[in-house]
């Protein structure tokens, strides 16, 4: 009997973990222009609003805002499926990264904005 009221107790306790999500602050990065992000270090989380003007080739588009354009790298989980155009404004987070022709951003989520 002892040992059913153990495996009971272990089993809502491990059930109630499994359950539990995170609910403190994520991931944000400095609301930045695109000039800004230009000049953040890598590594660095930062987040745009604007427009993905073009695509470049593979993964890789052109993102503008009112102060410039930078190249971006956008990976198909980060699009979640959805049809977005030049004419759609969205808020991206990424992480700034340094390529062979420059800073890039590294996409990690794409919001519309409305």
Do not use: C, N
């Not at 991931?27 to 745009?48: C, E, M, N």
């Not at 009112?66 to 155009?85: N, P, Y």
């Amino acid at each position: 009997m002892d040992k059913i009221v153990v495996v009971f107790a272990l089993s809502i306790l491990l059930a109630s973990t499994a359950l539990a999500q995170f609910t403190g602050p994520s991931v944000a990065g400095r609301v930045v222009s695109v000039a800004q992000a230009k000049d953040s270090l890598p590594g660095r989380y930062v987040t745009v609003s604007g427009h993905i003007a073009a695509h470049l080739r593979g993964d890789y588009y052109s993102f503008r805002d009112g102060t410039g354009e930078i190249r971006v790298e956008i990976e198909d989980k980060a699009w979640l499926g959805r049809q977005i155009g030049p004419e759609t404004k969205v808020r991206l987070l990424a992480e700034v990264d340094l390529g062979p022709t420059g800073r890039y951003l590294w996409v990690k989520s794409i919001d519309l904005v409305d």
